[in-house]
């Protein structure tokens, strides 16, 4: 069974409170998708609205084919995102968030805001850190 594929463990108790923190959280592979560099940016690029994949695969550059189709895969499998086919000729394929994903991809939206603000901040520490790294050889 691939990673995709997984269901719940066997015998996990779902009235057990999630700790991320705890070596055999189930939190960890949703967090694990949610917060890797495909899964970031396909939530965030979707908060902008719904894209059809080969937009989605634009909007989210430097993204190949199969790593964007895995990564919306482990999204709609842990309720994030919706696959949509629209009847159409040839077939074509809507992407869109549910509720759950909406409400997770704007904490994500918030901390990539963050970031792309700071940046000025984090050249400067780069640079100092290069040059510390420079002076130690």
Same mark, same amino acid.
């Given at each position: 069974m691939s990673e995709l594929e997984q269901t719940p463990r066997e015998g996990a108790d779902a009235t057990l409170e999630a700790d991320v923190f705890a070596r055999g959280c189930t939190s960890r592979e949703t967090l694990q998708t949610v917060t890797g560099r495909w899964g970031v940016l396909a939530l965030?690029? /979707?908060a902008e609205g719904n894209y059809r994949f080969s937009a989605l695969r634009r909007r989210?550059?430097?993204v190949s084919e199969r790593m964007l189709s895995q990564t919306l895969q482990a999204l709609e499998r842990d309720g994030l995102v919706v696959r949509d086919v629209l009847e159409a000729i040839?077939?074509?394929v809507e992407y869109s968030l549910t509720p759950l994903g909406a409400e997770i991809a704007e904490h994500l939206v918030? /901390?990539?805001e963050l970031v792309e603000s700071r940046?000025?901040?984090v050249w400067a520490a780069q640079q100092k850190?290069?040059?510390?790294r420079t002076d130690q050889n």
């Amino acid at each position: 069974m691939s990673e995709l594929e997984q269901t719940p463990r066997e015998g996990a108790d779902a009235t057990l409170e999630a700790d991320v923190f705890a070596r055999g959280c189930t939190s960890r592979e949703t967090l694990q998708t949610v917060t890797g560099r495909w899964g970031v940016l396909a939530l965030a690029a /979707l908060a902008e609205g719904n894209y059809r994949f080969s937009a989605l695969r634009r909007r989210v550059d430097g993204v190949s084919e199969r790593m964007l189709s895995q990564t919306l895969q482990a999204l709609e499998r842990d309720g994030l995102v919706v696959r949509d086919v629209l009847e159409a000729i040839p077939p074509k394929v809507e992407y869109s968030l549910t509720p759950l994903g909406a409400e997770i991809a704007e904490h994500l939206v918030g /901390l990539i805001e963050l970031v792309e603000s700071r940046m000025p901040e984090v050249w400067a520490a780069q640079q100092k850190y290069a040059e510390r790294r420079t002076d130690q050889n």
